[in-house]
């Protein structure tokens, strides 16, 4: 008897949803051997995790300097370990981490899946170009998920 396979799936970009908790509730709905992971979302302990750490800064931009070098510890070897990245963009906010995240993947040879809302397929086409799939909603990762494990 084999051992079922446990996949790890990376979840980057936008933080002001609760995109993660959907795909979380798809995916043990299905009963998926899937661990996910994603960098740190709370926005407040994401930004001043360099400054707690390594200690107080007086100009912003060193105090984000020490924040986004800490955090890309935890996302980059996040991201080296996964089995599939999937990144969503949404509406509102610029979201360069998530950018930074998808091209970081296809660069590791990272199977990417892209999220986003229809009203970005201009703007994010590129990065469209280099996924293998471009779903619209969580519930799409989720049964792309489904495919991919049991198929």
Same mark, same amino acid.
């Given at each position: 008897?084999?051992? %079922?396979?446990?996949?790890?799936?990376?979840?980057?970009?936008?933080?002001?949803? &609760?995109? /993660? +908790?959907?795909?979380?509730? #798809? @995916? %043990?709905?299905?009963?998926?051997?899937?661990?996910?992971?994603?960098?740190?979302? &709370?926005? /407040? +302990?994401?930004?001043?995790? #360099? @400054? %707690?750490?390594?200690?107080?800064?007086?100009?912003?931009?060193?105090?984000?300097?020490?924040?986004?070098?800490?955090?890309?510890?935890?996302?980059?070897?996040?991201?080296?370990?996964?089995?599939?990245?999937?990144?969503?963009?949404?509406?509102?906010?610029?979201?360069?981490?998530?950018?930074?995240?998808?091209?970081?993947?296809?660069?590791?040879?990272?199977?990417?899946?892209?999220?986003?809302?229809?009203?970005?397929?201009?703007?994010?086409?590129?990065?469209?170009?280099?996924?293998?799939?471009?779903?619209?909603?969580?519930?799409?990762?989720?049964?792309?998920?489904?495919?991919?494990?049991?198929?």
């Amino acid at each position: 008897m084999s051992k %079922e396979r446990i996949w790890s799936v990376y979840l980057s970009g936008e933080i002001h949803s &609760d995109w /993660r +908790a959907e795909i979380r509730r #798809g @995916v %043990e709905a299905a009963e998926l051997p899937v661990i996910l992971d994603g960098p740190v979302t &709370d926005h /407040r +302990a994401s930004d001043e995790c #360099g @400054v %707690e750490i390594l200690g107080p800064e007086e100009e912003k931009f060193w105090k984000d300097h020490k924040g986004a070098k800490i955090n890309a510890l935890r996302t980059r070897t996040l991201i080296r370990h996964a089995d599939l990245v999937v990144v969503r963009f949404g509406e509102k906010y610029k979201q360069w981490n998530a950018a930074f995240d998808a091209g970081y993947a296809v660069a590791l040879g990272k199977p990417l899946i892209v999220l986003h809302d229809p009203a970005l397929t201009h703007a994010l086409k590129e990065i469209d170009a280099a996924a293998l799939a471009v779903a619209r909603e969580p519930s799409e990762i989720v049964a792309i998920l489904q495919y991919v494990i049991r198929a």
